[in-house]
């Protein structure tokens, strides 16, 4: 199931009447020119927009070329009424980038004035309530526009998933996790939509899978991945059927939708009814670009989703679960990265992290559910844990939520999966922020956010943050560096 949209950009240019028409027209072409040097696909519109008539033939050619993205340029100060207009009939992402003036010796005739064009530009969207992506420098040479139009590719790539997106959940949240219970309104207005089912809905439909045929491969397809992982192959048609269960559920259920995410209820009933621990299976899913979160998380789906999307890679949810002992910081840490103490933490989930985002990987059981469920005995129902560290990587820890009153919130963290062993269980890794301790008192606890947060294997703050302005949220907060204080943190 292919879970993630493909972007397909279209380059409109823009053209004030009182300017040469023909600088739009040869900057936009050294701007297609880079884009193709730099593996950018990008449909270029032979239409040069000065007015609302040429706007709309430009529109007609980008749709029927089968463009889902559009970046409006300013070759010269641009018209300000029509290319205004363009993002507000293109129905998807737009992004506006303007030219840079190429060299002293042009500046009598070939002088375009897109710098003063482009705040003109903002304003007459701000007026229009048009929301349009616009980069931290949106004024450059034909080879910085085109990198700044790489960089709009995973933006436009979530927002396009999310406008097509449908969570299903199944089951309340889990007693005392009230901290995955969030407002789902803001879902709608972000264009999500969402199913919430029972979780006696997935019991059946787990039972009317009972000797599909389809079984025995999939437990096949995961005796293979385990490799000499797995340790409990016993567990595995049980898995199975609960996979397939859960892939023709979606097949059955997203309806108008494109693409799908799941926020599924995973203990403390599941374990004695269903037989195993869930877990293996949702890392599966997560690899496939179809994220599982844990304990009805909807919103934690909803930032895994997020992050696939922008990545074009697997993801996980995990807890920000436990402080880094002293001695094993001493041990193994220190003098070795430039990290203290408390920029380091353990972010853990019983085994829900891919297969390719761990150092290695075993089949296990929930160690804390066996010791109330299966006291004594050997592991049977709370087999199913994907358990191993997590490889080392660059990371980003963020979550987009929506707070108790419904407003939008979001965070974004950089740092590393450190190559240190855990000794712990679970899916596990020792993380390391720059000022985490801070972070975590002044933007985490100080904002209400729940336990889990999503893991993207790679640095992309700046796309996030992108993306959370184009969604409207209210409140951005970052790990905030040595110096720069946070709004309630005192200087003492």
Same mark, same amino acid.
């Given at each position: 199931m292919k879970n993630i949209p493909t972007v397909k950009l279209g380059i409109v240019a823009v053209s004030r009447d009182c300017f040469p028409m023909s600088l739009s027209e040869k900057r936009k072409k050294?701007?297609?020119?880079?884009?193709?040097?730099?593996?950018?696909?990008?449909?270029?519109?032979?239409?040069?927009?000065?007015?609302?008539?040429?706007?709309?033939?430009?529109?007609?050619?980008v749709r029927e070329a089968g463009c889902n993205a559009l970046v409006v340029y300013l070759g010269n100060f641009g018209p300000e009424t029509p290319e205004t207009l363009l993002a507000k009939k293109f129905d998807g992402p737009v992004m506006y980038v303007a030219a840079a003036e190429e060299s002293g010796n042009s500046l009598m005739n070939g002088r375009g004035d897109a710098y003063c064009g482009m705040l003109n530009a903002s304003y007459n969207l701000a007026l229009r309530n048009i929301t349009a992506y616009i980069p931290e420098r949106p004024v450059g040479t034909a080879d910085e526009v085109a990198q700044n139009i790489k960089e709009f590719l995973p933006i436009a790539r979530t927002i396009i998933g999310l406008r097509n997106l449908k969570i299903i959940s199944f089951g309340p949240r889990p007693e005392n996790f009230l901290a995955c219970n969030a407002p789902i309104k803001r879902l709608y207005d972000l264009g999500v939509e969402i199913e919430e089912n029972s979780e006696l809905d997935l019991f059946e439909a787990y039972h009317a899978h009972k000797g599909d045929p389809r079984i025995a491969e999939v437990a096949k397809d995961m005796a293979n991945e385990l490799g000499s992982g797995n340790n409990h192959p016993g567990v595995l048609e049980r898995l199975a059927q609960y996979e397939i269960t859960l892939l023709d559920w979606i097949e059955a259920h997203k309806g108008s939708r494109e693409y799908v995410?799941?926020?599924?209820?995973?203990?403390?009933?599941?374990?004695?009814?269903?037989?195993?621990?869930?877990?293996?299976?949702?890392s599966r899913f997560a690899s496939r670009g179809i994220p599982i979160a844990c304990e009805v998380d909807i919103w934690g789906a909803l930032s895994?989703?997020?992050?696939?999307?922008?990545?074009?890679?697997?993801?996980?949810?995990?807890?920000?679960?436990?402080?880094?002992?002293?001695?094993?910081y001493?041990?193994?840490?220190?003098?070795?990265?430039?990290? +203290? =103490?408390?920029?380091?933490? #353990?972010?853990?989930?019983?085994?829900?992290?891919? *297969?390719? +985002? =761990?150092?290695?990987?075993? #089949?296990?059981?929930?160690?804390?559910?066996?010791? *109330?469920?299966?006291?004594?005995?050997?592991?049977?129902?709370?087999?199913?844990?994907?358990?191993?560290d997590i490889a080392p990587s660059k990371i980003t820890f963020f979550r987009l939520q929506s707070s108790?009153?419904?407003?939008?919130?979001?965070?974004?963290?950089?740092?590393?999966?450190?190559?240190?062993?855990t000794r712990s269980f679970g899916s596990i890794g020792i993380f390391a922020i720059p000022e985490m301790a801070r972070f975590y008192r002044h933007e985490l606890i100080e904002y209400n956010y729940p336990h889990h947060g999503a893991v993207a294997f790679a640095h992309v703050g700046r796309a996030l943050g992108a993306i959370f302005k184009y969604l409207g949220v209210s409140h951005i907060g970052f790990n905030r560096p040595q110096g720069c204080l946070y709004p309630d943190e005192l200087p003492f």
């Open positions: 050294a701007v297609v020119e880079e884009c193709q040097k730099i593996g950018v696909s990008i449909y270029d519109c032979p239409t040069i927009v000065e007015t609302e008539l040429q706007g709309e033939d430009a529109l007609a050619k995410v799941m926020a599924n209820k995973c203990w403390p009933a599941f374990q004695t009814q269903f037989g195993f621990v869930p877990c293996y299976v949702n895994e989703y997020i992050a696939a999307c922008v990545t074009e890679d697997a993801v996980t949810l995990l807890d920000i679960n436990n402080t880094v002992p002293k001695d094993l001493e041990q193994d840490i220190k003098g070795k990265f430039d990290y +203290k =103490l408390d920029d380091t933490f #353990m972010g853990f989930h019983c085994g829900n992290t891919p *297969s390719c +985002k =761990l150092s290695s990987c075993n #089949m296990r059981y929930q160690l804390i559910m066996h010791r *109330s469920l299966e006291p004594d005995k050997e592991p049977d129902i709370t087999r199913g844990t994907l358990e191993g108790a009153d419904a407003q939008l919130r979001a965070y974004v963290a950089q740092g590393e999966v450190l190559p240190v062993a």
